[in-house]
Structure formats: C-alpha cells, structure tokens
C-alpha cells in the first residue's frame, strides 16, 4: 500500500528513497550536493515532503529529441512505439544535474 503524505510531512531517508523510487546511495549524493535539503531531529535525517515535491518539479525536463520522435510516430499511425534508451537518458540528466551543467533548467 502506497503512504500518503502531505507538506508538512517530514521523512526518513528510507521513506524519501522509496517516494522517489531511489537508492540510499544516490539520496545521500543528493543531500550532500544540496540538491535536496534536508534537517537534523535528534541526529536523524529528515526531508520534507515539500522538498522532495520540489526537487522532482525543479528536475523536471522535456527531451526535444524523445518529443520529437513521438509527434514523427503520432503522424505516421505506426504500430511501433519509437524505442530510448531511458537508463542513458537518466543517468546523462543525473550525471548533468549532480556537476551542476544541468542545461534544460533554463540557465
């Protein structure tokens, strides 16, 4: 069963990499770069709900090229879907966004 959070909602690293959908490692990369903000209770970790919410909205992007190549197959009524390479994609945006050249941010 899926958790329900709102806001105000602070949690564990364990509960904000399971909201994400990421490792521990690569939570902990996150924190540490400033990417995402986090606060000390009692020497534990917390993230707010709010902030992973943000994160994902400031992460977000459009591939020119994916689009692209889903307005060629909607105009042609083909049967087969274009195929990406989604684990490159991902770890080329990660690799862009934890160096800071993040260039579909709009800078």
Partial sequence: MKKEYDDVSLLSITEACEALH???RL????IKSGRIQCVMLNKRIKISYAELKRFVNQSSF??????????????TNSTTLPEFDTTT???NLLEEYIHGECLHKGQ
Avoid: A, C, K, P
């Fill in 27 to 30: 939570m902990m990369q996150l």
């Fill in 62 to 75: 459009s591939n020119v090229d994916i689009t692209n190549s889903l307005i060629t197959y909607h105009e």
């Fill in 22 to 24: 990421i490792g521990r």
């Fill in 89 to 91: 994609i991902f770890e």
